[in-house]
Nanobody, 116 residues
Framework: VQLVESGGGLVQPGGSLTLSCAAS????????MDWYRQAPGKQREFVAR?????????NYADSVKGRFTIFRDNDKNTVYLQMNSLEPEDTAVYYC?????????WGQGTQVTVSS
């Protein structure tokens, strides 16, 4: 299984970006899809999660609540991260993660830079 992120780039503070993470195939025993990020010199940190359940429950890091939205399109095997009101502190490499019962997969990451 490969996870391919896209949608990163350079954006001004207050701007928006939408990241996409496409899985190369249907992932069996998939429990949740997550977004993580890693800023220079810092550890990778959790950003958002969506459960693979009928209600698609979500949860977010406190630092992004109210600004970021995670959602999925099962037909396209894709999960998205809508990011609004971006701040310089959001600058990082964003990684997609598949939480599978007994396994996990990571994408290669996409760079998001928030700067004027």
């Amino acid at each position: 299984v490969q996870l391919v992120e896209s949608g990163g780039g350079l954006v001004q503070p207050g701007g928006s970006l939408t990241l996409s993470c496409a899985a190369s195939e249907i992932i069996f025993r998939l429990y949740a899809m997550d977004w993580y990020r890693q800023a220079p010199g810092k550890q990778r940190e959790f950003v958002a999660r969506v459960l693979i359940t009928s209600d698609a429950s979500t949860n977010y890091a406190d630092s992004v609540k109210g600004r970021f939205t995670i959602f999925r399109d099962n037909d396209k095997n894709t999960v998205y991260l809508q990011m609004n009101s971006l701040e310089p502190e959001d600058t990082a490499v964003y990684y997609c993660h598949a939480d599978v019962i007994g396994n996990e997969y990571w994408g290669q990451g996409t760079q998001v830079t928030v700067s004027s």
